[in-house]
């Protein structure tokens, strides 16, 4: 089955939040802090909802997108990269701003030692924008909405409310940002974070108990997630139960967009109708082809989700259940 076909068999999803560019300094050696470091600087589109619908493109699903960027060379190139996935782009450009960007610093690892976001812009992305003729269209057309915490807390719960009954994902960004969800937990069919970004949404300190943490979720409304911990085991809520599942061991080069790889794989299996640790589990499979040596296969990426898929351990399932 061609990428065209495969688009024809899938309905859309609408994917709101961050596209620009990413930065990113990997270090050559050990990482010093308050030193120099030899390495090398890459920049490639980036961000977390366009590391999703790159996801979903990989797929086949047809993808509407909505988010901002400047009037600068940098936004030409993020329009361009949309474009050449086949993306429906209702990006709004501000021609006088600069297109946000993500400096990462890296490890000889490839883990992440700090980050700086510039993303102001998104901040403009206010409620009343939803009301744009091109955003309802597509937000009437979608099968489902995967948003990000990049924007303003009421412009996602305008979102939601207007995609609700369909599925609502949302991944969570940062442990600054996260907190934006908040009014939204009750109504999401899926959340996706890392186990510093619960933490923060659940005000619980770096020393609690994953487990715990996920129980505290719950509290807050929320039926399904996954909480991730870099190659450490990922947490699946399941409407009062809790399964771990072990990541594949890869050797990382670049764990840049890996979960939101998770979250646009999953989300779009979930939509599917695969049951939710499932769905997950396939998540996890592509994060793991995203941080290695060959990374995601940009087309018919199915295949080698499976195949990692088949490798993986099965997933344990908690003692207990709560409500």
């Known amino acids: 089955m061609n990428a065209e076909d495969r688009a024809d068999a899938f309905s859309p999803i609408l994917v709101c939040g961050a596209a620009h560019i990413d ?153 600054a940002k996260v907190r934006a969800l908040l009014p939204l937990l009750p109504r999401l069919s899926a959340l996706f974070v890392s186990l510093a970004e619960a933490a923060s949404l659940v005000e619980a300190s770096a020393g609690t108990r994953p487990s715990l943490v996920v129980e505290l979720l719950a509290e807050l409304g929320v039926r399904r997630a996954v909480v991730t911990d870099g190659p450490r085991d990922a947490l699946i809520l399941d409407r009062g139960a809790i399964h771990l599942q072990r990541p594949p061991a890869v050797a990382a080069q670049d764990v840049t967009g890996a979960g939101d790889t998770l979250a646009g794989v999953a989300f779009h299996h979930y939509c599917e109708g695969l049951d939710w640790v499932e769905a997950v589990r396939c998540g996890i499979a592509a994060a793991s082809l995203r941080v290695g040596a060959d990374g995601l296969p940009r087309s018919n990426a199915q295949a080698a989700i499976s195949r990692a898929l088949a490798a993986m351990a099965a997933p344990q399932t908690l003692p207990g259940e709560f409500e």
Not at 81 to 87: E, N, P, Q, S
Not at 112 to 134: F, H
Request: glycine share 8%; charged share 20%; hydrophobic share 45%.
């Open 23 to 175: 930065r990113r300094a990997r270090s050559d050696q050990p990482y010093r802090a308050q030193a120099s470091n030899p390495g090398r600087l890459e920049e490639a589109v980036g961000g977390t909802a366009y590391n999703a619908v790159l996801a979903l493109a990989a797929l086949g699903r047809p993808v509407s997108f909505f988010g901002a960027r400047g009037g600068d060379p940098t936004g030409l190139v993020v329009e361009e990269a949309l474009a050449r996935l086949g993306v429906r782009d209702l990006a709004i450009t501000w021609l006088d701003r600069a297109t946000p960007t993500y400096t990462a610093i890296l490890d000889h690892e490839g883990e992440l030692v700090a980050g700086i976001a510039d993303m102001a812009l998104y901040a403009l992305l206010k409620p009343r924008l939803v009301a744009r003729r091109q955003l309802r269209q597509a937000l009437d057309a979608c099968d489902a909405l995967l948003v990000d915490a990049n924007l303003p807390s009421e412009t996602l719960e305008r979102l939601a409310l207007a995609a609700t009954p369909r599925p609502i994902g949302a991944i969570g960004v940062s442990p």
